[in-house]
């Protein structure tokens, strides 16, 4: 079955960045996008982007723009979320979720990884 | 403040139906597909329905998606109390060009 496997939390001071990794298994890896989505205590989810995993291009939520870095690990069907200038608001369960199959022109999230919690504390 | 306006919270007793209604404008809802998501306590979000209407495999025909213009809706018919969560809606916004969620509905079913 299709499984999405995040590493563990996090804890970070102010300015520092932050690593989270999402394993792949159970399909074509290569098939589909990866997004990242990210929701705060009691909030709602907050889409920050979103990779191609054939190209490797990515486009990014402009509220996130120059500090998230989305990247892949083909071979090993990784997919990593770098998020730097860490702030306090940055806390935060940070999901990765299977986008649709590339070139599709809609947009869905399926499956969902467990979460991975950050929290940004000095 | 999300772009898609949702109800906080709804109530209703098992057995019912209830609607949960998602609003937005012809930059989101009004011209892409709209997803619904649920999640239950403590868990990370689950596809309900995408592309409007459409149910993935393994989702209850009880969960029905609908859209009419610029506004989206939810139905859950036959309600049980295993279906308390929270539910967010999400769609392309062409204008923010960001996936929009909606707040979120909290559903409780007394």
């Known amino acids: 079955q299709v499984q999405l496997v995040q590493s563990g939390a996090e804890v970070a001071k102010p300015g520092a960045s932050v690593k989270v990794s999402c394993k792949a298994s159970?399909?074509?890896?290569?098939?589909?996008?990866m997004q990242w989505v990210r929701q705060a205590p009691g909030q709602g989810p907050e889409w920050m982007g979103i990779i191609d995993l054939i190209r490797g291009s990515t486009a990014y939520a402009q509220n996130f723009q120059g500090r998230v870095t989305i990247t892949r690990d083909t071979p090993a069907s990784t997919v990593y979320m770098e998020l730097s200038s860490l702030r306090s608001d940055d806390t935060a369960m940070y999901y990765c979720?299977?986008?649709?199959?590339?070139?599709?022109?809609?947009?869905?999230?399926?499956?969902w990884g467990r979460g991975t919690l950050v929290t940004v504390s000095s | 403040q999300s772009v898609l306006t949702q109800p906080a919270s709804m109530s209703a007793a098992p057995g019912q139906k209830v609607t949960i209604s998602c609003s937005g404008s012809s930059s989101n809802i009004g011209n892409n597909y709209v997803c619904w998501y649920q999640q239950l306590p403590g868990t990370a979000p689950k596809l309900l329905i995408y592309e409007n209407n459409k149910r993935p495999s393994g989702i209850p025909d009880r969960f029905s998606g609908s859209k009419s213009g610029t506004s989206a809706a939810l139905d859950i018919t036959g309600l049980q109390t295993g279906d308390e969560a929270d539910y967010h809606c999400a769609t392309w916004d062409g204008s923010l060009s960001v996936v929009a969620f909606g707040g979120g509905t909290t559903l409780t079913v007394l």
């Open positions: 979720a299977r986008g649709p199959r590339i070139g599709a022109n809609y947009n869905l999230f399926d499956p």
């Open positions: 159970g399909y074509t890896f290569t098939a589909y996008y």
